[in-house]
Every structure is written in C-alpha cells, then in structure tokens.
C-alpha cells in the first residue's frame, strides 16, 4: 500500500495532463495542390509553432481553447484561421503565392535602384537590432536528415552495393544515410556565452549515439557583419546588411507586401564579384523599424566552402514582444558530390518559448553544453507528443528499418561476426598499412606497424628495422578511459645494436600516468625535427644525412592532471644513460653532388668524434599551462574542455639532480612561453604566434641532449608547427645558457590571392611566417617567409640574419606533413 497510492496518483495525473492535449493537423499547399515544404505555423501573438515537413505536412499540440493560427513561407502570401479547439481537428490550408507591388517610385536610366535606400537604412540600424536583447533562453526542436542520391557499385575495390544493402538503402544504393532529432534549452547572454542542455536525442539506427544537432551550430546572426562558418566556409561571409555591403553587393527591388499591417519589402542581393564571400538570394526587410523578416539565401563553390556544392540557408522571424523579434526557424539546406557519390540533405531548427529576461546561475555559462544519461532513451510515444514536424513516410520506415539493425549490430555475435571479416590477416595490406585486430564487444583493440615503414636508412645503424605494436582496452565505461600499452624493438644492420622499448598510459581517476622503459636510438635534438624516413630518402638518394643520433637507455614516468579548468599540470622524472654515436655506414643509392656524408657530431662536421661522453642522468620536470577559460561540455562519459579564445601561457623547470642513481647531471632551466593558434582576423585571415623565453639558472654539469634544442628545418619537406623554423640548422642553435623565441604566422585565406583567377581557381592561400631566435652565441636569427599554400604544399623564400647581416637565403618548395 505503500507505494500503490502514489503511483495511482501518478497514472491520474499523468493522464489528466495527456488528456488536456489535442492537436490541429493537416498538410500545406500552393494552388496547384502541390506541397509547400517546411511552412510555418505559429499561434498568433506567441512563440508557440511549428514547421511542415518535407510534404507539407504537419501537427501542432496544444490545450484546448480558441487560437487564431498562422501560416506562412517564404515566397507565399500569409494565411490566419481562428479555431476553438476542444478536440483534434484537421486543417489542410492552401497557400497563395505571394504577389508583390511595386512602390509608386520612378527610377530613371541612371538612376538608383530603391532596394538600396532601404538597405541604407537597415544598415544603418544593424547594430541597434544586433544589441537590443542582451540575454534569453528558447527551447529548440533540430531535425536532420541526409540521403544518398546515386553512388557506384564499386569504390576503390570496396562494394558499395553490399554496403549500401546492410546500412538499409535501397537496390539503386540511395536512401537515408543519417535521420535525428533533437530537443533542447538554449541559453545565451552577451557578448558569446552559451549554455546548451540535451533534453532528448533520436538517431535512426544507432540507439546508444547521441544527435550531432546542436542548436550553437545552427545559430546565425546576419545583423552581424561577418558570418564565420568555420570548417564550413575557407573564408568569413558578408552579410547583406554589413557595415561594408555595398562594397560586396548589388541590390534589386523585387516589390512590397503586407502582413498584419506591416509593410515587408522583398530585395534580391546579388554578389558584385562571382568569388566574393558573399551571399546570392532574397533578403525580405520590415519597413519603419529596418529589421529583418526573413532570409532565403544560398552559398557555391565559387564562396570556397568545403563539403558541398551548393549550401541554401532560409531563416525566418517572428516578434516576442512589441519591440523584439526573434528566430523562428533555422533551415540549412545542402547537395554535394564527389566521385560518383551524390548526397543531399537538411538540417531545420525551429524555436519556441523565449524568455528575454532569464535568470542564470552564478556559473552557468563555464558549461558549454550537457547530455545526460538517458536522453536517447525516450520512447515513441515520448516522440509521437514532441515532435514538432511530422515524420515523413520514408523516415517512418527509416526509423523502422533500423531499429532492426541497431539491435542486430549491437549484438555479441554480429560484432563476433564484423570482426572476424575485418580481423581477416592481408598480407598486401600488412606491407602498407599494418594489422588491426579488434574485439569490439570487450572493446579491446591490437595493432601492428606497417612493415615497409619500419624499414629505415641512417649513418650511424645503417638500414634498420624498427618495429612497433600497441595495444588499447576500454577499462572505464563510465568515463570512457582506455588503458595503453606500447611496444618497439629494432636491430641496425651496420652497428649490429638492438633496440627494445615499452610504453603504457594508464588512466588513474582524475590522473593519467605515463610509463615509459628501455633502450633506443634517438635524435640528438628532443624535438626530433626531421622524420626517419625524409632522412632515410636524404640519406639514400642525395647522400645528406641530416639526422644525429645518440644512444639512450632509460626508464621514466609522468602523471599529468587537470588541476582545475583550463589549469594542466604535469610533473615527471626519468634516469636515462647516453651515448654518443659515430656513423657505421656509407651508403647511398644515388650520390648526384659527388658528396661525403657528415659526421654525428653536428659541431664537427669534418670529424667523426664523440660528441660527449657516456654520461647519466636523473631529472625532474614540471609543466603547467594556463588557457584562462574554463569552459566545458559535459558527456555521459564526463567533461570535454573546449579551446580557449584566448592565449595558452606555460611554466617549465628542469632538475638535473646529480649523484642519485649514479647521475652526472647539474643543471637547472626554467621557461615560460605564451602562444596562440588560430585567431581569427576575420576577412583577413587567421594569425597565430608563439613567444617563449628560457635561462638555465645552473649549468654546472650537462651535456648536449640536456641543452635546449629549437625546432629547425633544411629540407624540402617541411614539418610545419607554431614554433617551427623555416631555415634554421637543427643542432648548432642549442644553447645551454638562455634564449628568447618568437614566432608569427599569418593565413590570409585567400582574401589577398583570391583576386587572381588562377589561384582563386585552386582555392590558394597566402601564408606569412616571421620567426626570431636570440641566443648567447647566435645572437640574433630572424627569417620571414611569404608564400602560396595549396592543400599542404608551400612555395616559400625566406631569408636568415646573424647580428644584423644576411647570411644565407633560399627559395624552397615545401611540404607541409
């Protein structure tokens, strides 16, 4: 009895409350009885609505009482229909296309079209409609839905027929390749925080993923001046009504209509250059107070975006209160090919419920985004009440259809079965791209290098044969932690030496520990500028062997924390013995300049002497990073820390403690160093810089693989990174006194280059990099390199100084890896 009283309560209650329910529903037309796709429907003087699916179909929820609804599109004039629900009725509309009228305004042969008086205007009352809400929440209902349209039967040996087949499209390989729906509360408050908490999530198919909607993505604001669509679009977009539009647009009066009294005035915005970032469409503007009433606008290739071909964005408003309109819907419309694959789809928000005078905790906004456990557990008939857009037939069967299949792959024996295929040993395949072996119901994970890039060249082992495995297990479900375990073992065919290492990670609650042991032959400069293999083709084909190396057996271990926020620490210690190395062999296939090779002393060339002694060492490192945010996004399987917008400071100290463990070592070295990736310059481009500074407080006794090494460059191949050097020698910058570094690169994203067909054509950009090294017995090095990039390909010249003279240049064709 104790619980039956409650739970009867319950059942009343939560009756009573479904029974209140009832719902007007019906499908949406033009005169030709042909569906009107995603049209509006809205409860007048509310932020309560809707939106038609792909058939014009739709179904609004709401208590019973008397309603006057509205419905409306883009393009189509606006109907109103007062009801007195007391049950559920179906109401079909038909929507009239919109015809609009000409203003009683002449414009001569030379004369100024009137779209751009009215633009004028708008702009000049952008910001004030940019700044006029400082703060609301709104509830926010994303829907997605891509299709393959056509796709080979076969792509690069895999069968795109079976594939399709057992992802559930049809015998012509088309159909819904991805179905979701989300629910959520949105947050903002001025200038750009944002709280975003997942109510519910719905994939088709996948019953234990969560939506990738997030309503942050969706969120556009023409009223600002630039559209950054970052990933999505190579440069920032102009917006009609930008402070600089005119510069970027020509306008065309379409003509005026009017809706409730108000006078919208519909404006075609047409690009003045084909490449410009800039938009193509219709613009609609609500006469007296400027604002905008709705956008239908489309992006191209020709604005350089990634992913597809053709990008159609349609938002529309509608007013919260007297003074203040908001966003409606948010659709974003997308086709793309690529290879004989076509694909075509959408993403739709629709938002209700604004409340423009929210009360936020203390903290809110330090959690970006929440999904808590369960919210891709809600039932159909959950759904069937929160659905604001009716599913289609195709997504009915879709859901269906894989709801089969989810349950099916998630099954011990369909994963048994995928991996026994996919564990299959190829021996083709072994050579280039090594062995992976998985057990995806335990969620433990083997692998084996490649065979042919374990084979490598250099002077001082000769050929080698270096190999590794690694093994991964997931051994926290809950935060999702996966134990690591690495190994390698290696043999030179000319010094005859073997090499052996292992390596673990080991999650320990809020701590990851690092485990690292053995024996190996490394780079003389810890930031192991150049790679094995470009050595190994320097080495082989123009007999230049850049890389130097020692001997080093070690063992060593780190624990690194989040000790709050953006707040890292790591602190560590290792004893290594180390070896200086002379070379063994002389080979090359190709010898083109008639050249000797260079010793493994970098600071003796000439001579094939050691470059210290055998000599120990025992030290301790300690490392913290401060981002200055601590924003965050919170999973099921815990919190995931965002990029900081703004600088990453770091603090470094060094111990060489000398005597223990039989150590030779006696030093200590502090730096501190301050960077930034990325910053967005707007239709400039992006910038990034990296500023450190260092000083060995104590240098009583250390040696060259304890000095501070600089990451340089002398090849054609360029290993790019924020505090790289262009031209700079690998080993003869190393100092074991103090140093100052500083580093600035520039990405112009085409703005510059985008002006010349050519390079416009193969989407280049023009890069900048400026770099400055000061150190005891270089004084001053500095280099500039100004050049095109093209995917990952540099043409660069740069020039290096020392003490204020040129002392080399060079023109290089990089690659970037």
Sequence with gaps: ??????????????????????????????????????????????????????????????????????????????ESLKLDLSTSQVVNMVLKIETYQLKDVIVNGGGEDPAYAIIRKAIKKRKSHLNEVDAYTCEVYIKGLQKLLAAPKKFLGIDVQKAARENGLDSNRRGIVYLSESESKYSFRKPNDVHEELISSKVSGRNKAFSFNRATDMKVNFYENIQDWEGLSNRPLISPIADNALFYYNYKYIGFSVENGETIDKIQVIPKRGYDACFQGYIYILENTWRIYGLDLYITKKQNINFVDTLRLNEQFFPVNAKVWMPSSVKFEFTAGLLGFKFGGYFISIYKDYDLEPAFAKKEFAEVLRINQGVNKKDSIF???????????EEKTDYKNKAVLAKKRESKVYLDSLDKVNNRFKPDKFLSGG?????????????????????????????????????????????????????????????????????????????????????????????????????????????QNYEKLYQKQFISATLHKRITGGWLATVGAGWADRKSLTNTSSFSFFNPGNRTYTSNNPLIPAQDVPLFAETQSFKITLRTTYDFSDKYETFPTGRR?????????????????????????????????????????????????????????????????????????????????????????????????????????????????????????????????????????????????????????????????????????????????
Excluded at 11 to 16: A, D, E, I, T, V
Excluded at 19 to 37: A, F, Y
Excluded at 511 to 523: F, K, Q, R
């Design 383 to 393: 759904w069937e009440n929160e659905r604001p857009i009716p599913l289609t037939e």
């Design 641 to 817: 820390y965002l990029p900081s917008p703004y600088p990453t400071i770091g603090f470094s100290y060094i111990k060489g403690i000398k005597n223990f463990l039989g150590s030779d070592v006696d030093y200590d070295q502090v730096s501190a160093d301050i960077s930034k990736s990325d910053i967005n310059a707007g239709v400039l481009g992006r910038t990034s810089f990296y500023i450190g500074v260092g000083k060995f407080l104590n240098n009583s006794s250390l040696y060259y693989p304890d000095y501070k090494q600089f990451a340089g460059n002398e090849v054609l191949f360029y290993k790019g990174g924020i505090s790289s050097f262009l031209l700079l020698n690998y080993y003869n910058f190393s100092t074991y006194t103090e140093y100052f570094e500083a580093h600035l690169e520039h990405n112009f994203s085409g703005f510059i280059l985008n002006k010349i067909p050519l390079i416009r054509k193969l989407k280049l950009q023009e890069i900048v990099d400026v770099n400055y090294l000061s150190t005891p017995t270089i004084k001053n090095y500095a280099e500039w390199g100004a050049g095109i990039q093209y995917l990952n390909f540099r043409l660069m010249y740069g020039r290096s100084y020392n003490s204020g003279s040129a002392t080399n240049s060079a023109i290089r064709l990089g690659v970037s890896f």
């Design 1 to 78: 009895m104790k619980f039956t009283l409650p739970f009867a309560a319950f059942l009343l209650f939560g009756f009573s409350v479904f029974s209140q329910q009832v719902s007007v529903s019906g499908k949406i037309t033009d005169e030709n009885n042909r569906p009107i796709p995603f049209a509006s429907v809205y409860i007048k003087n509310t932020t309560k609505g809707t939106s038609a699916n792909n058939e014009g179909e739709y179904i609004l929820q709401l208590a019973p009482g008397a309603y006057a609804v509205q419905y409306k599109a883009v393009g189509y004039k606006q």
């Design 435 to 543: 062995y992976h072996h998985s057990d995806r119901y335990h969620h433990e994970y083997y692998e084996l290098d490649p065979l042919l890039t374990s084979i490598k060249f250099n002077t001082v082992q000769g050929f080698v044969f270096d190999y590794g495995a690694s093994y991964r297990k997931r051994i926290d479900s809950t935060n999702n932690h996966y134990l690591l375990i690495g190994a390698r073992a290696g043999c030179g065919f000319s010094d005859h030496k073997f090499t052996g290492s292992v390596n673990s990670t080991v999650p320990l609650g809020d701590y990851t520990l690092g485990l690292n042991a053995g024996s190996d032959i490394i780079d003389l400069n810890s930031t192991m500028p150049v790679s094995p293999f470009i050595n190994s083709l320097y080495s082989l084909f123009e007999k």
